[in-house]
């Protein structure tokens, strides 16, 4: 990820806006609701808005986000 998009996820974070993710070939549409580490990698903590159900996404394995206004 690039520091702008980087800097797009916090701020989606702290606005609670939605954001699709490209990961693995798949595009998710998600809620962010923080970042944490885990074993030295850093986390995405999302949620599914459908289902409300948890997602957490290592941020090295995201291809690309964008943040839905």
Sequence with gaps: MTAAQYDALERAIVNGSRVAIRLHGAELVVIPESIRMD?????LVTQNPSSGLPLNI?????????VIR
């Design 39 to 43: 074993k030295g990698r850093e986390l």
């Design 58 to 66: 290592t941020i090295d394995d995201i291809e690309r986000l964008e």
